[in-house]
């Protein structure tokens, strides 16, 4: 088959493609392919005062393509060599499906760095989402006054049974709200020795330091300066009205009851981030409010110690939380 060679001065209108003379290099066209779809004159040479028309069909571009295809492949073979195959779309969706393959590989390759990245924020306390300051004073204040209604309700039923005869202990009058001067060198002394062994722990129990930062972060982190004293107090003055104002005196007022009221105080403490090691000190720190609670008979005495170390271990955590936030 011979094809017009052209200057390419082909106009199209209506489907029809018009090549205009004076553009024409060779005129030879001798296929029945485009012979019976010329407007004009037939003949071997096209004057320059005429113009050409050829009517192509809307699947000459897909049966050219095709025809090329083939002798590529015929050629290919030939020559010992592998067909290249197209990009049809079929190939596309394949090569698309790939590189999204590949991109997950790569990100599944680069978790490492992910996980030391967010760990390293977790540290510095620059990317964890932590509850609104708003969130955590509620959910303190509500649990605080459940705890400590409570509390009330166990003195006042204890109360009760014991006036009606049952062989129990009232402890409104085994555990009671009387203070006395050398109640305060009890309480003083309670918070130096549990925040030094706190501190001391936190140097030596890796655990116990993760278990900690992780609780303190997620309560403490949104709170204002202020807010601390209530964080501090609501908890230390409920709790300690519950198991060390009731249960304690309820189950028996000796140690082995200290001991066993630590025991449920400390596994209440797991959880939000919080792990054995934590449940463990919690325990320690029980047992101690509830044998300062022997010595004194008084309710204030633990009320006390529990709020102030709640306090000074909120601001001593704050201290260091911002001060690695300052430096990194």
């Known amino acids: 088959m011979e094809i017009i060679t052209t200057n390419s001065c082909w106009s199209r209108r209506n489907g029809a493609f018009t090549l205009h003379s004076s553009c024409v290099n060779a005129t030879h066209y001798q296929n029945a392919f485009f012979a019976p779809n010329v407007r004009g004159r037939k003949s071997s040479s096209i004057s320059h005062n005429r113009t050409l028309t050829i009517e192509i069909p809307r699947t000459f571009g897909s049966n050219l393509k095709a025809l090329v295809s083939r002798n590529s492949v015929k050629k290919a073979r030939k020559d010992g060599q592998p067909p290249k195959r197209r990009n049809s779309p079929t190939n596309r969706k394949s090569s698309n499906e790939d590189d999204g393959l590949d991109i997950a590989d790569k990100s599944s390759s680069g978790g490492d760095n992910s996980v030391e990245s967010l760990n390293h924020n977790l540290a510095s306390g620059s990317s964890t989402s932590h509850p609104a300051r708003s969130v955590v004073i509620q959910a303190c204040t509500v649990t605080s006054g459940l705890i400590l209604a409570l509390g009330l309700v166990i003195r006042q039923v204890s ?60 309560v403490l982190s949104s709170l204002q300066p202020l807010d601390y004293v209530v964080i501090a107090f609501l ?94």
């Not at 203070?179 to 722990?201: A, D, Q, T």
């Not at 009731?246 to 449920?264: D, R, T, Y």
Request: aromatic share 16%; proline share 3%.
């Open 159 to 218: 109360h009760i049974a014991f006036l009606e005869g049952w062989p129990i202990l009232d402890t409104s009058t085994e555990v009671s709200f009387d203070f006395e001067m050398w109640h305060l060198e009890l309480i003083v002394g309670l918070v130096i020795f549990i925040s030094s062994c706190r501190y001391l722990l936190l140097k030596i129990w890796p655990d116990f330091a993760e278990s900690s930062e992780a609780a303190n972060q997620q």
């Open 235 to 328: 908890p230390g003055i409920s709790e300690e009205l519950l198991f060390r104002g009731a249960l304690l005196p309820l189950f028996g007022f000796n140690w082995m009851s200290a001991l066993a009221v630590g025991a449920i105080f400390g596994a209440l403490h797991l959880g939000s981030g919080r792990r054995y090691s934590f449940a463990v000190w919690a325990t320690f720190v029980g047992f101690a409010y509830g044998f300062a609670t022997l010595i004194s008979s008084s309710i204030i005495v633990p009320m006390a110690s529990h709020a102030l170390n709640n306090l000074v271990g909120g601001i001593l955590w704050s201290y260091s939380f911002n001060s690695g936030k300052k430096y990194n």
